[in-house]
């Protein structure tokens, strides 16, 4: 099987589309609960939001079950598709992963299931992740006090 490296280009400029449709769902995902305006009920609207960006979602989870990891304690690359999938699947990330990809704005509406799609928001947590895969100084790096 092949094995996609952690910090590959490719993978890199996958990771900065997920975050830039994670803040496309961050600011539409909230209006659409609380004002439920006319235009998510367009059919351009949901087949790019519940289709075409669910679908790029559920084929990140199987990216990640492809991408090599570091291991925490020694730093060492992990490329081992059983334990890359061990790990990812053992995860948080992994489970928000998921849920965030299921188009509960379909199964549920603007409801409580459509609440669950704020959940898709979770994927906003990739920018630490992604500053800190690129090879940027450290003292370039925005850091809150």
């Not at 659409?32 to 990140?60: C, E």
């Not at 053992?90 to 669950?116: Q, V, Y």
Request: proline content about 3%.
């Amino acid at each position: 099987m092949y094995i996609i490296k952690y910090n590959a280009k490719g993978k890199l400029n996958w990771d900065l589309m997920i975050i830039a449709l994670a803040i496309f769902n961050s600011l539409l995902i909230p209006i659409n609960v609380s004002f439920n305006p006319d235009f998510t009920n367009t059919f351009i609207y949901k087949l790019i939001n519940s289709g075409i960006i669910n679908i790029i979602y559920f084929l990140d989870i199987l990216i990640n079950f492809m991408t090599s990891v570091l291991h925490i304690k020694t730093g060492q690359e992990i490329v081992e598709f059983k334990k890359i999938a061990q790990l990812y699947f053992f995860s948080i990330r992994f489970w928000f992963d998921f849920i965030s990809s299921i188009p509960w704005d379909l199964i549920g509406g603007p409801d409580f299931l459509g609440l669950l799609g704020l959940l898709k928001i979770s994927r906003l947590a990739r920018i630490s992740a992604f500053i800190d895969k690129t090879d940027i100084k450290k003292e370039s790096k925005l850091v809150s006090p």
